[in-house]
């Protein structure tokens, strides 16, 4: 009965993640180690799902080498893109302009 009630709490806490072809998402690197730096990300990406399987598997497509590969639904997380940065309407300020040697104020 204990284990019952245990399990019952366990599948209620567990949250289901539900991906759908054409969704970005990131891959856990399971292979990267401590190693190779703390601070690295463990996650590469972003992939585009191809196929959804039953029981977890996702198909993915990596776009640079137009590969496909299959992983577990676990290893994988939504890929959140931000706003693109626009570049051609940038304006480049300096925030220490050289105080001309007339300028009362720079001495």
């Avoid at 292979?31 to 959804?52: C, E, H, M, Q, Y």
């Avoid at 977890?56 to 640079?64: S, T």
């Avoid at 590969?69 to 302009?97: A, C, R």
């Amino acid at each position: 009965i204990y284990k019952q009630k245990i399990k019952r709490f366990h599948d209620q806490q567990i949250l289901r993640k539900e991906f759908r072809v054409g969704q970005k998402v990131l891959l856990f690197n399971s292979r990267l180690k401590l190693i190779a730096g703390k601070l690295r990300s463990r996650w590469d990406g972003p992939f585009v799902i191809t196929n959804v399987f039953p029981h977890g598997a996702v198909q993915l497509k990596d776009e640079h080498s137009n590969s496909t590969f299959q992983v577990n639904g676990h290893q994988i997380k939504p890929f959140h893109e931000g706003p693109t940065p626009i570049t051609h309407d940038m304006e480049i300020i300096s925030l220490m302009e050289p105080a001309s040697p007339d300028d009362p104020a720079s001495h």
